[in-house]
């Protein structure tokens, strides 16, 4: 793992899209923190040794989403597919498909499988699976702010993880996507999806894969505004037991109570045309019992003595 000292930095973004927004001043203690997503190989090693069994081996509860048809209920992953053609970028399902047999394993749905793959991110893993790995492994998943601190590696309110330019004398600095989401995927970087979690250049900090590859779960319950802004809130529905948790549903699916946490990084899929989330202060929310072919984690350990 990699030491990163303690600091007060600047935190979220007022130039890109309303959730980053405030940015504030922040202080968090120095922690570890593993230099890359955690991979294929590694997570492995937890099932062999624990017998765990992930989210997306294990069909859905119907109790959990009401109205979904029987014959949906089966146990599966979101997998990216590109499509054809697209009529609005709003609509997420025309490339998303969840697909019946996709899980860590066989990443891309049951005929795939990960055996040239032990060096990439282990991707389908929902928030339970992330953390239950961590906590056997003697390590925790980090904090929102942990996360964005350690991405920017030292450089406070630089654009990226390496500094202002996106690609710095023609260089690319990680993967994600070129050209015209979905549809066509230049894959100028050499990757079409996943890559190995040092093929690109690690940030001031010696991290890898801090942007782009995978989005990565951190701890922190989802919010429309960071804290800094908590006192005006925007549509988060309420619940008589209130705290963070009941403010991180979706007010879109009221029926479905499923709390969300918070993602970071982005991922290989996010273009300038869509998702230009390729940044340390982006963040977007994800319900905890979702998995999907571009979603990962790391790990950190707090200092014992703060």
Same mark, same amino acid.
């Given at each position: 793992?990699?030491?990163?000292?303690?600091?007060? &930095?600047?935190m979220?973004?007022?130039?890109?899209?309303?959730?980053?927004?405030?940015?504030h001043r922040?202080?968090v203690?120095?922690?570890?923190?593993?230099?890359?997503?955690?991979?294929?190989?590694?997570?492995?090693? &937890?099932?062999?040794?624990?017998?765990?069994?992930?989210?997306?081996?294990?069909?859905?509860?119907?109790?959990?989403?009401?109205? $979904?048809?029987?014959?949906?209920?089966?146990a599966?992953?979101?997998?990216?597919?590109?499509?054809?053609s697209t009529?609005?970028?709003?609509?997420?399902?025309?490339?998303?498909?969840f697909?019946?047999g996709a899980?860590?394993?066989?990443?891309?749905?049951?005929?795939?499988?990960?055996?040239?793959?032990?060096?990439?991110?282990?991707v389908?893993?929902?928030?339970?699976?992330?953390?239950?790995?961590?906590?056997w492994?003697?390590? @925790?998943?980090?904090t929102e702010?942990?996360?964005?601190?350690a991405a920017?590696?030292?450089l406070?309110g630089?654009?990226?993880?390496?500094?202002?330019?996106f690609?710095p004398?023609?260089?690319?600095? $990680?993967?994600?996507w070129?050209?015209? &989401?979905?549809?066509r995927?230049?894959?100028?970087?050499?990757?079409?999806?996943t890559?190995?979690v040092?093929?690109?250049?690690?940030?001031?900090?010696?991290?890898?894969d801090m942007?782009?590859?995978?989005w990565?779960?951190t701890?922190?319950?989802?919010?429309?505004?960071?804290? @800094?802004?908590?006192?005006k809130?925007?549509?988060i529905p309420?619940?008589?037991?209130?705290?963070?948790? $009941?403010?991180?549903?979706?007010?879109?699916?009221?029926?479905i109570?499923?709390?969300?946490?918070?993602?970071?990084?982005?991922?290989?899929?996010?273009?300038?045309?869509?998702?230009?989330?390729?940044?340390?202060?982006?963040?977007?929310?994800?319900?905890?019992?979702?998995?999907t072919?571009h979603?990962?984690?790391?790990?950190?350990?707090?200092?014992?003595?703060?």
């Amino acid at each position: 793992m990699v030491w990163i000292p303690g600091g007060t &930095f600047r935190m979220g973004s007022d130039r890109h899209y309303p959730e980053e927004a405030p940015s504030h001043r922040v202080t968090v203690d120095g922690f570890w923190i593993d230099p890359t997503p955690v991979t294929n190989r590694q997570f492995k090693r &937890f099932v062999i040794e624990t017998g765990h069994k992930s989210f997306a081996e294990i069909p859905p509860d119907p109790k959990h989403y009401p109205g $979904a048809l029987p014959h949906m209920l089966y146990a599966g992953s979101l997998v990216f597919e590109r499509p054809r053609s697209t009529y609005d970028l709003r609509d997420w399902s025309q490339w998303w498909s969840f697909m019946k047999g996709a899980n860590w394993r066989h990443p891309y749905g049951p005929k795939s499988d990960i055996n040239v793959l032990n060096d990439h991110p282990v991707v389908h893993v929902s928030y339970a699976d992330a953390f239950l790995y961590a906590r056997w492994a003697g390590k @925790a998943l980090p904090t929102e702010a942990e996360w964005e601190f350690a991405a920017r590696g030292g450089l406070d309110g630089a654009e990226f993880a390496w500094g202002d330019e996106f690609m710095p004398d023609g260089r690319h600095m $990680a993967n994600t996507w070129q050209g015209e &989401f979905p549809l066509r995927n230049l894959h100028e970087d050499g990757y079409e999806r996943t890559s190995p979690v040092t093929a690109f250049p690690p940030n001031g900090y010696g991290l890898h894969d801090m942007i782009g590859n995978v989005w990565e779960w951190t701890a922190d319950w989802w919010s429309a505004k960071h804290e @800094a802004d908590a006192a005006k809130p925007c549509c988060i529905p309420q619940n008589p037991r209130g705290g963070p948790e $009941a403010a991180s549903l979706d007010p879109c699916q009221p029926a479905i109570r499923i709390p969300r946490k918070v993602l970071k990084g982005g991922s290989h899929l996010c273009a300038p045309n869509y998702c230009r989330r390729y940044r340390p202060a982006a963040r977007h929310a994800e319900a905890i019992d979702t998995s999907t072919s571009h979603l990962g984690f790391r790990c950190v350990v707090r200092n014992p003595l703060t």
